[in-house]
C-alpha cells in the first residue's frame, strides 16, 4: 500500500459517487503501448524505489507463521494493536470486491467462501458485493455495505487511486478495514494483505526471461491493463531489469486479458519481426494463447513468464517451454477472513501483512501438476483442507 505524506480531507460517499470513474488511471507511460522498437519507455509514477527494494529482500526473507499455513504466515512483521474493535460475535463480515471477471479472481472468491465455512458459526453472515470491474459500482457498493451492519468491511479495489477516498470515508466510519490483493494510496485500514507484491513478481519474470535470451534477441511484453498498483509495479520492476540488462523490448501492448487479442498481438509482432526471443507478461491467464500464437506460426516458443494456472503448468510440461511461473497465490483469499476475525476479537495482525510468494520453476513443476483439477485453476489455492475441496473448484 502507498503511504500518504498527508492526511486527505475527508469526502463524503456521496460526492465520491459523482466525480468516479470506470476508466483505470493512466500516466503517460501507462496510457497505450510502447511504439515497437521503442524500448521500455519512461518509469511508472507508480514506481517507488524503496518498496522495490523492500519487495527485492522479501524474496529471501524467512517467513513467521505456520509451515503449512502460507495463508496466515508474514514477512518481516509489524504488529499494530486492535483492541478498539474488539466485540462479541458471531460476525457479520462484508466484502466489496472488485471483480469476478477472471480464473484468478474466481478461484479465490471460491477459496474466500470455503474460508468462511470453514469457520463454522464464529461468522453469523457474509456479504458479498461484486463491482464487475467498475469504479464507480464499486463506490457506490461501498457506501451501500456502510448501512448494512457490517463488523467488518473487506475491500479489492478495482483501481487504486479512483477507490482510495471511498477507502478512507469507510475507515472514518470506524469500521475497521481491511484492503487486500490491490493497494490503495492510503493507510487508514488495519491492515493491507498481499503476498510480497508485483515488484517482486516482475523481476522474477523479467531476470529468468532476459538471462535466457539469446545476447541482442528481441522482447515482447504483454500486459493486461493499467492503473492497478500490483500490475504497475509488475512491469516497472521487468523495466529495471530490462535496462539493466540492455533487452531490446519491441513492443509493450495490453492484451485486456483476451485470448484472442493476445494471439493477434504476438502474430503481428512474429510478422514484422520474423522472431520474437523472449515474451514478459505482467500476469499468466493468457499465457497459454502466447504460447498457441508462435506455435500456430510454426515459430519456437521463446522463454516465457506465466502463473501458476493449470492450462499455463500442463502447456509448459506438455511442450518443454523454458519458462518460470512467478505467482501471486490465491490462497491470500484466506487471509482476510482470519484477519477480520482476529481485529475482531481485539488481537494484534501484522500491517502491512506480506504472505509468502512461491515460483514454479522447472524443478518443483511436477509437484504443482494436477490432472484432476480444471484447466483455469490455479495451482496456489491453499484450499486442499477447505470444506468442499475439490468439487467447490471444479
Known amino acids: 500500500m502507498k503511504r500518504c505524506l498527508a492526511a486527505v480531507a475527508a469526502v463524503t460517499l456521496l460526492t465520491l459517487t459523482g466525480c468516479a470513474t470506470d476508466t483505470p488511471v493512466t500516466t503517460p507511460s501507462s496510457t497505450g503501448s510502447a511504439p515497437a522498437g521503442a524500448g521500455t519507455g519512461e518509469q511508472s509514477k507508480f514506481f517507488d524505489q524503496a518498496d522495490y527494494d523492500n519487495e527485492l529482500a522479501l524474496l529471501n526473507a524467512t517467513a513467521t507463521g505456520p509451515a503449512d499455513k502460507p495463508w496466515e504466515q508474514a514477512l518481516n512483521p509489524t504488529m499494530v494493536d486492535t483492541a478498539k474493535f474488539k466485540k462479541a460475535g458471531p460476525y457479520k463480515i462484508c466484502f466489496s470486491n472488485a471483480a469476478l471477471n477472471n480464473p484468478w479472481r474466481q478461484v479465490g472468491y471460491k477459496t474466500m467462501q470455503a474460508e468462511v465455512a470453514a469457520q463454522g458459526d464464529r461468522i453469523k453472515e457474509f456479504v458479498h458485493v461484486e463491482a464487475e470491474g467498475k469504479d464507480q459500482k464499486q463506490i457506490a457498493d461501498i457506501n451501500d455495505l456502510l448501512g448494512k451492519d457490517c463488523d467488518a468491511l473487506i475491500v479489492s479495489p478495482n483501481t487504486t487511486a479512483t477507490l482510495t477516498p471511498a477507502v478512507e470515508a469507510a475507515c ?223
Not at 238 to 263: H, I, L, R
Not at 340 to 354: E, F, M, N, T
Open 172 to 394: 472514518q466510519t470506524g469500521l475497521p478495514v481491511i484492503v487486500f490483493d490491490r493497494g490503495v494510496d492510503t493507510d487508514c485500514p488495519v491492515t493491507f494483505i498481499n503476498p510480497i507484491g508485483g515488484y517482486g513478481f516482475g523481476h522474477v519474470g523479467a531476470e529468468f526471461v532476459s538471462q535466457r535470451m539469446k545476447p541482442g534477441g528481441k522482447l515482447l511484453a504483454l500486459r493486461i491493463l493499467p492503473g492497478v498498483d500490483v500490475l504497475e509495479t509488475r512491469w516497472s520492476a521487468a523495466k529495471v531489469a530490462f535496462d539493466k540488462a540492455g533487452v531490446d523490448v519491441v513492443g509493450v501492448e495490453f492484451t485486456d486479458g483476451d485470448p484472442a487479442k493476445t494471439k493477434k498481438i504476438v502474430d503481428d509482432y512474429l510478422q514484422r519481426y520474423g522472431t520474437i526471443d523472449g515474451v514478459w507478461m505482467d500476469a499468466g491467464a493468457v499465457a497459454v494463447a502466447a504460447v498457441e500464437a508462435f506455435q500456430d506460426a510454426g515459430k519456437p516458443v521463446p522463454p516465457i513468464n506465466g502463473e501458476d494456472q493449470l492450462d499455463f503448468l500442463k502447456v509448459w510440461k506438455e511442450a518443454g517451454l523454458t519458462a518460470i511461473a512467478p505467482t501471486y497465490p490465491t490462497y491470500q483469499w484466506r487471509t482476510p477472513i482470519i484477519a477480520a476475525l482476529r481485529i475482531l476479537d481485539g488481537q494484534q495482525v501484522s500491517s502491512p501483512w506480506k504472505l509468502p510468494q512461491p515460483t514454479i520453476t522447472q524443478d518443483n513443476l511436477d509437484s504443482y501438476l494436477d490432472a484432476d483439477m480444471p484447466p483455469l485453476h490455479y495451482a496456489m489455492c491453499g484450499c486442499t483442507d477447505l470444506p468442499g475441496y475439490p468439487q467447490r473448484w471444479k
